[in-house]
């Protein structure tokens, strides 16, 4: 399984492959963006449904003689598949600039420093690989109870490229419980818990 370094080395290489099949007077931008996420819905405090959620995706921006152009895909993680998909994006573009008018108002990609940002803490572990235990931990203090909610946990990612050599990373794990609860007179309460690491002692507290 990849790790977020080994993501941000897929996107570092394919970028860096991009940019070089750039011809002089071309500028290029790429945006990139992922998540893993685990969705769980619950009903009369069961679980009722689990879906995963992986999706990775690249958009090229080409900037030349005041013109821009963008072009976006989704990733495979086939190095050679994505490389190809990436000088399709480039002809494509290439090819259909010339029809696009000049923007007065262009501010070109201007960012000089690069950064680096990695926010999965301890703590962050519930995703969609210890399914079993989430599905426990969110619906033992529930018991008894008549609750329905949706929660949805895992690392969300973006990359940001220019070919002028700025690199931009940030990870992060975000878990998120959106859940309501019902009296015998179906009454509800409302709540959210949202956070980058998920005490369990606060989410108990919360339901109770």
């Given amino acids: 399984m990849m790790t977020a370094t080994d993501y941000e080395s897929y996107f570092a290489n394919l970028t860096d492959h991009i940019f070089a099949n750039l011809i002089p007077d071309e500028i290029g931008e790429c945006y990139g963006i992922g998540e893993q996420s685990l969705f769980i819905r619950l009903n009369q405090a069961k679980v009722r449904q689990t879906t995963d959620v992986e999706q990775f995706s690249l958009q090229l921006t080409l900037f030349k003689?005041?013109?821009?152009?963008?072009?976006?895909?989704?990733?495979?993680?086939?190095?050679?598949?994505?490389?190809?998909?990436?000088?399709?994006?480039?002809?494509?573009?290439?090819?259909?600039?010339?029809?696009?008018?000049?923007?007065?108002?262009?501010v070109l990609p201007s960012a000089t420093v690069?950064?680096?940002?990695?926010?999965?803490?301890?703590?962050?572990?519930?995703?969609?690989?210890?399914?079993?235990?989430?599905?426990?931990?969110?619906?033992?203090?529930?018991q008894l109870m008549d609750a329905v909610g949706l929660f949805t946990s895992g690392p969300m990612y973006r990359f940001y490229a220019h070919s002028h050599g700025v690199k931009s990373w940030f990870a992060t794990v975000v878990h998120s419980m959106d859940f309501s609860l019902f009296n015998e007179k179906q009454q509800a309460v409302k709540g959210n818990y949202t956070d980058r690491i998920w005490p369990q002692g606060d989410y108990d507290a919360r339901v109770e």
């Fill in 65 to 106: 003689d005041g013109k821009y152009l963008r072009y976006a895909w989704d990733l495979s993680f086939d190095l050679a598949q994505d490389k190809e998909q990436g000088a399709r994006a480039l002809r494509h573009l290439r090819e259909n600039l010339a029809a696009v008018p000049v923007d007065p108002f262009l």
């Fill in 114 to 142: 690069s950064h680096r940002d990695v926010q999965i803490l301890k703590g962050s572990e519930l995703n969609r690989d210890n399914r079993e235990e989430v599905i426990s931990r969110l619906c033992d203090p529930l």
